[in-house]
């Protein structure tokens, strides 16, 4: 079984210009994550999706940071403009909310240098 | 108190050896501490997980023990073997829902 897919690997811009990043869940995981990891740090929780809703993004900086998850599957991290502070990891986990004993699941992230 | 202690911030092992790294919390409301374990240019990868009604938890050569009333838990490896060389991140949350991460510890275990 596939694990939590993100695209791209790497993505390299320069300041003032969109990104956007893209993850595909473990199949069958209605909870997904984003959180950034910067240099040398645990990652840090940026919003939550429950299906298609948006239940916890009190941590995503809303003057650039967007996010959707149309259909309760795939979702898409939006940043415009990018900021050299937005160089880090971006990584995407999953989990199943229907059972006590979930776990989250992490992708391999898509790491962003602003130049 | 949404804060998560981890220490050491480093740790060099000899192979054989037993590796602890530590992690101590605040709020008491957490019921869930998974400990990942992440290789350069990896995401995490879950190791391991305990939750607060028991104390101990072994998976292999990775034991998490956990001090409820110290509000403290730690990854023990036994027997650490140089393909253990990673970071290892404790974390703490309620459910699943906001994992809270330490600051991770970079482990070296040399032959």
């Known amino acids: 079984e596939a694990g939590v897919v993100q695209s791209p690997r790497y993505k390299i811009i320069e300041k003032k210009q969109p990104v956007a990043f893209w993850c595909n869940p473990i199949?069958?995981?209605?909870?997904l994550y984003w959180y950034l990891q910067n240099l040398g740090q645990g990652p840090e929780l940026l919003i939550r999706y429950e299906n298609e809703e948006a239940v916890d993004d009190s941590q995503l900086p809303k003057d650039r940071f967007s996010a959707e998850r149309l259909k309760g599957v795939d979702s898409t991290l939006k940043i415009q403009p990018a900021e050299l502070g937005d160089s880090a990891v971006y990584l995407c986990?999953?989990?199943?909310?229907?059972?006590?004993?979930?776990?989250?699941?992490f992708g391999q992230g898509t790491r962003l240098t602003v130049v | 108190q949404q804060q998560v202690k981890q220490s050491p911030q480093s740790l060099i092992v000899q192979k054989g050896g037993i590796s602890i790294i530590n992690c101590a919390y605040e709020?008491?409301?957490?019921?869930?501490f998974p400990w990942y374990q992440q290789f350069p240019g990896k995401g995490p990868a879950l190791l391991i997980a305990?939750?607060?009604?028991?104390s101990e938890k072994k998976e292999g050569r990775f034991t998490i023990s956990f001090n409820k009333s110290a509000k403290q838990f730690s990854l023990h490896i036994m027997d650490s073997q140089p393909g253990d060389s990673a970071t290892y991140f404790c974390?703490?949350?309620?459910?699943?829902?906001?994992?809270?991460f330490g600051t991770g510890t970079r482990l070296q275990v040399f032959p």
């Open positions: 986990a999953s989990s199943f909310s229907g059972t006590v004993n979930t776990e989250a699941f």
């Open positions: 709020n008491t409301a957490f019921d869930y």
């Open positions: 199949s069958g995981h209605n909870t």
């Open positions: 974390a703490a949350s309620i459910g699943v829902d906001k994992l809270i």
């Open positions: 305990i939750r607060p009604d028991v």
